[in-house]
């Protein structure tokens, strides 16, 4: 099975997660975008959307979903989005999109995160994939260097501008064997906004698509 079937797998399967009327929160990316054309699909009736990047917004808005404003929403009862990487414990990498804030944002809000993953997003231990750490750009050479004393070697994803006009820092070959603690860490620097690692707030379900059907993990 290709990889962006999984991903349509994947994203169907999060569907039973969407309760007719409510308002949801959508995260960023291609297995979203999947999910956008599951939910078109499926005609389940949402009354609208909290969503986390312009790009998703105008895919809802494009299907007729309202997005709704997060400080007039109060809680939200899920989050569906994809995933850069996830362990065995549903902690995650997320930000590949360079969306990272407002998802950790619209994830906060929610009593359940349901993340939707082909196969290929499995590891053992979290860090194959760049950390994706997002900085106000006057702090960009000061978070850089910071990151390298923790280890890394940060990389700038030069020509993008977040949606809140921040800039990104990838960040190769960290120790990530506690994720939580790496998370608290970056967190703390001055001119950080937020890193990629979902890990003090793992995903409450993972659905895995795979050549033999899709995994629950929860
Ligand atoms: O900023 C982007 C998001 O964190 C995405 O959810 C992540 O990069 C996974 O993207 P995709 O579904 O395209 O693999």
Redesign the pocket.
């Known amino acids: 099975m290709s990889q962006l079937r999984q ?1 349509q797998e994947a994203a169907r399967a999060a569907l039973e997660w969407v309760e007719p009327g409510s308002v949801i929160g959508v ?6 975008d999947a999910f956008i054309t599951a939910l078109e699909e499926s005609r389940i009736p949402v009354d609208g959307a909290i969503s986390s990047s312009e790009t998703t917004t105008q895919r809802l808005r494009g299907i007729g979903i309202d997005i709704v404003d997060l400080n007039y929403a109060g809680d939200i009862d899920v989050y569906i ?4 990487e996830f362990d065995p414990h549903r902690r995650l990498i ?7 804030t407002r ?1 950790k944002i619209v994830a906060e809000a929610a009593r359940t995160f349901v993340c939707m993953v082909d196969e290929s997003k499995r590891v053992g231990v979290l860090g194959a994939f760049p950390l994706p750490v997002e900085v106000i750009p006057m702090a960009r050479s000061l978070v850089a260097r910071k990151l390298v004393a923790l280890g890394g070697q940060p990389i700038w994803r030069e020509g993008l501008v977040t949606d809140n006009g921040n800039l990104v820092l990838d960040v190769h070959n960290l120790d990530l064997v506690d994720p939580v603690r790496m998370e608290r860490t970056i967190n703390d620097i001055p001119g950080v906004v937020c890193n ?1 690692l979902f890990a003090i707030r793992p995903a409450n379900v993972v659905l895995c698509a795979g050549s033999g059907g899709v995994e629950r993990i929860s």
Do not use: F, H, N, Y
Not at 81 to 84: E, L, T
Not at 94 to 100: M, N, P, R, Y
């Open positions: 991903k995260g960023t990316g291609s297995t979203v989005d994809g995933a850069d997320k930000g590949g999109g360079g969306a990272l998802e990629g």
